[in-house]
Nanobody, 125 residues
């Protein structure tokens, strides 16, 4: 498993931007697909975006299309989530996760065997 630490959350007004980072401890980070998920109060955890180990395949939830971008820097063992045009409904705890299969198939949640502790994102109206 991989130790993951998220950062970059905070309070932002609607329409604003935030960039989340997730640093991984594993030297073989480049072999993992990475994903961002979120959980709002009283709701189930939901998929946001995933990126394959090569970066060639990205899956995106409909709710964030055109607003959120996922990227990875394998030299820094870090994955990013750039969030633009934020809405109050984006308020949630955001988690990054690692998938050792390398594919990032978000519908196979059990593939993601390592999770960070989460970072709070709050969007005010």
């Amino acid at each position: 498993q991989v130790h993951l630490v998220e950062s970059g959350g905070g309070l932002v007004q609607a329409g604003g931007s935030l960039r989340l980072s997730c640093a991984a401890s594993e030297r073989t980070f480049s072999t993992y697909a990475m994903g961002w998920f979120r959980q709002a109060p009283g709701k189930e955890r939901e998929f946001v975006k995933t990126i394959s180990r090569s970066g060639s395949t990205i899956y995106t939830a409909d709710s964030v299309k055109g607003r959120f971008t996922i990227s990875r820097d394998n030299a820094k063992n870090t994955v990013y989530l750039q969030m633009n045009s934020l809405k109050p409904e984006d308020t949630a705890v955001y988690y990054c996760a690692a998938d050792p299969t390398g594919y990032g198939r978000y519908w196979r949640l059990n593939d993601f065997d390592s999770w960070g502790q989460g970072t709070q994102v709050t969007v005010s109206s």
